[in-house]
């Protein structure tokens, strides 16, 4: 299912696609300082469909690809094909990049010291970069970029591409960048919406700046009426209506945590499809109310952060009857949109609270590191009296398909392993989750009540080794851990959870070691009964549930962009006392 960006109802594959680059990407225009450390390379930009490559000028032409041009037009990325061709309203950028971070300065900047001219080449959302001189990839094509607020837009040569532009030029700093991703969000939009509700969005926000002053930040969000009105009565439709409403929130959620840290600002909400003369807005409080009082992380009432009124209750923008104006107030701490960590309660584990982690953080425990035990247990019959609790989470295995590798990846994507490491990680002892192994209800004759039991039930894996390098690839790829100063460790250097097997078959048969929690027999290739036991160590810092990291922002309004704040400046600010907002 593709989505528009702009109101989030459902594209239809004739629809137009429009295609964005993530706000991890840095812009320099001409008034800029080049960033420190960052040097200067020309790279020229190749597409093939919605595919991207960087390439260092001069560099082979990847298979299948062909040359764009890049522009800019405040923080919007546009890429045509043809140069020459400028998107509406853009101008020529040049890119600069440093380990993966890039940005963009106007044509006519000071290339920054240190840099190699590169040509960019793009296949599909893969970037390339070579240096002048060298060959073009097979199978790319030259790109031109063209820059615009936050989104990337791909105008491939030959077709029709806004005017007002220039060319741009794109530079790199890593010499073996060749191989590297860029990694990119596509953006996809309604014909309507990039003809009609995105211009009469960018119409109020002039209106409404206008009318109270050019320097408050103001954003803005378009939300279709039939994602907060009761639409969708077939569990398919309940299904998509919250994966669409999920999108709309979490878009909600960066923008109110970017003001939130960016000394306040507005929120232009535009519902589209709104009939004339519908005033009603309890819709949206249903929807967004208790997700934006999740972002009040510094104590105060959600009547002195939040302000609600109707854009047509200011006189200059009486004709904009379908938007609300929805004012943040400045936090005096730093305000998080998702932690992605948790902690644990003796029956589940849950989001921590912002004052719980800032405390967690504050107090920069010192733990054993030492990996969670069970007592007593040397085979599966061993777990039969074994109950959860704030270390021991039991998860059932009832029906398993696939390979080895392919329960791996169920366990973790479907029964959140990464999120049990997480809040395991915060105790003392650490945790244990064990798959294969179910809580039964059970009536208790002659009692007149219900109660649980333990069922084994067991794992059949053909190679054990294939099964556990999966789960500790992909666990290891998932999880960032971080020292108390936001300092990254590396999971391989420190690791933080093993995964370990309890037999199934008679322990005379197969014994299970208790010292090591290993067995003896591994028996790869045969058929194996076991409980899949991930013990984990308690950590002397914080691990999330997502490489991400927490997610929290900051809008700049000179450059109109809003920016991850990254780890370590988050820690500072998470752990900083209180100040009053200025």
């Known amino acids: 299912m593709i989505l528009c960006d702009y109101c989030g109802d459902e594209i239809h594959p004739d629809s137009q696609r429009v295609y964005h680059k993530d706000v991890d990407v840095r812009y320099v225009t001409l008034q800029d300082c080049i960033p420190e450390d960052f040097e200067c390379v020309n790279v020229t930009v190749f597409g093939e469909g919605d595919n991207i490559k960087y390439l260092k000028n001069g560099s082979l032409l990847p298979e299948g690809f062909q040359r764009v041009s890049v522009s800019v037009r405040d923080r919007d990325v546009k890429y045509a094909r043809k140069q020459g061709q400028l998107p509406e309203g853009f101008e020529q950028v040049s890119v600069y990049t440093r380990n993966g971070e890039v940005k963009y300065a106007r044509k006519g900047d000071i290339s920054p010291t240190g840099f190699d001219h590169v040509s960019v080449y793009a296949k599909n959302e893969e970037i390339k970069y070579e240096k002048e001189g060298q060959h073009i990839p097979v199978g790319y094509e030259h790109v031109t970029v063209y820059v615009k607020t936050e989104d990337i837009l791909y105008t491939r040569q030959g077709k029709r591409v806004p005017t007002g532009s220039e060319p741009a030029d794109v530079y790199v700093k890593d010499k073996d960048i060749t191989q590297v991703k860029c990694l990119q969000v596509k953006k996809e939009f309604h014909t309507e919406c990039l003809e009609k509700h995105i211009p009469r969005r960018d119409e109020a926000v002039r209106k409404f700046l206008n009318n109270v002053s050019p320097k408050c930040n103001v954003l803005s969000t378009g939300v279709h009426v039939k994602y907060l009105f009761g639409v969708g009565i077939e569990e398919q439709d309940k299904s998509k209506k919250k994966e669409k409403r999920?999108?709309?929130?979490?878009?909600?959620?960066?923008?109110?945590?970017?003001?939130?840290?960016?000394?306040?600002?507005?929120?232009?909400?535009?519902?589209?499809?709104?009939?004339?003369?519908?005033?009603?807005?309890?819709?949206?409080?249903?929807?967004?109310?208790?997700?934006?009082?999740?972002?009040?992380?510094?104590?105060?009432?959600?009547?002195?952060?939040?302000?609600?009124?109707?854009?047509?209750?200011?006189?200059?923008?009486?004709?904009?009857?379908?938007?609300?104006?929805?004012?943040?107030?400045?936090?005096?701490?730093?305000?998080?949109?998702?932690?992605?960590?948790?902690?644990?309660?003796?029956?589940?584990?849950?989001?921590?609270?912002?004052?719980?982690?800032?405390?967690?953080?504050?107090?920069?425990?010192?733990?054993?590191?030492?990996?969670?035990?069970?007592?007593?247990?040397?085979?599966?019959?061993?777990?039969?009296?074994?109950?959860?609790?704030?270390?021991?989470?039991?998860?059932?295995?009832?029906?398993?398909?696939?390979?080895?590798?392919?329960?791996?990846?169920?366990?973790?994507?479907?029964?959140?392993?990464?999120?049990?490491?997480?809040?395991?990680?915060?105790?003392?002892?650490?945790?244990?989750?064990?798959?294969?192994?179910?809580?039964?209800?059970?009536?208790?004759?002659?009692?007149?009540?219900?109660?649980?039991?333990?069922?084994?039930?067991?794992?059949?894996?053909?190679?054990?080794?294939?099964?556990?390098?999966?789960?500790?690839?992909?666990?290891?790829?998932?999880?960032?851990?971080?020292?108390?100063?936001?300092?990254?460790?590396?999971?391989?250097?420190?690791?933080?959870?093993?995964?370990?097997?309890?037999?199934?078959?008679?322990?005379?048969?197969?014994?299970?070691?208790?010292?090591?929690?290993?067995?003896?027999?591994?028996?790869?290739?045969?058929?194996?009964?076991?409980?899949?036991?991930?013990?984990?160590?308690?950590?002397?810092?914080?691990?999330?549930?997502?490489?991400?990291?927490?997610?929290?922002?900051?809008?700049?309004?000179?450059?109109?962009?809003?920016?991850?704040?990254?780890?370590?400046?988050?820690?500072?600010?998470?752990?900083?006392?209180?100040?009053?907002?200025?």
């Open 246 to 582: 999920d999108c709309k929130a979490a878009e909600l959620l960066r923008k109110v945590s970017a003001l939130r840290n960016s000394k306040s600002g507005y929120i232009l909400v535009h519902f589209v499809g709104l009939a004339p003369g519908d005033s009603f807005t309890g819709a949206f409080d249903e929807f967004a109310d208790p997700k934006l009082h999740d972002l009040i992380q510094d104590g105060k009432q959600f009547c002195d952060v939040y302000r609600k009124e109707t854009l047509k209750s200011h006189y200059a923008c009486k004709d904009f009857g379908d938007f609300l104006v929805l004012y943040v107030g400045a936090a005096s701490t730093v305000t998080t949109s998702r932690f992605n960590t948790k902690t644990t309660f003796d029956d589940c584990i849950i989001d921590i609270p912002a004052e719980t982690l800032r405390t967690f953080v504050r107090e920069r425990k010192t733990f054993k590191e030492t990996f969670h035990r069970i007592p007593g247990v040397t085979h599966a019959d061993d777990l039969l009296n074994v109950r959860e609790n704030r270390s021991l989470q039991l998860k059932s295995n009832f029906e398993q398909k696939g390979g080895d590798q392919a329960l791996a990846e169920y366990i973790i994507k479907n029964l959140k392993l990464a999120e049990y490491i997480s809040a395991f990680t915060k105790t003392e002892c650490g945790g244990s989750y064990l798959y294969g192994v179910h809580e039964e209800n059970c009536f208790l004759e002659g009692y007149g009540y219900e109660t649980k039991v333990i069922r084994i039930q067991p794992v059949v894996l053909r190679d054990r080794t294939a099964f556990k390098d999966t789960l500790e690839d992909n666990i290891g790829n998932t999880v960032l851990v971080c020292d108390y100063d936001g300092n990254e460790v590396s999971v391989k250097d420190e690791i933080i959870f093993q995964v370990h097997f309890i037999p199934c078959t008679p322990a005379e048969e197969e014994v299970y070691l208790r010292e090591n929690c290993e067995s003896v027999n591994h028996r790869h290739g045969d058929v194996d009964a076991v409980v899949v036991h991930v013990s984990v160590r308690p950590v002397s810092g914080i691990v999330f549930y997502d490489k991400q990291g927490p997610l929290a922002y900051r809008y700049d309004k000179q450059f109109k962009l809003i920016t991850r704040i990254n780890i370590k400046d988050w820690v500072r600010a998470l752990t900083r006392r209180r100040e009053t907002p200025e």
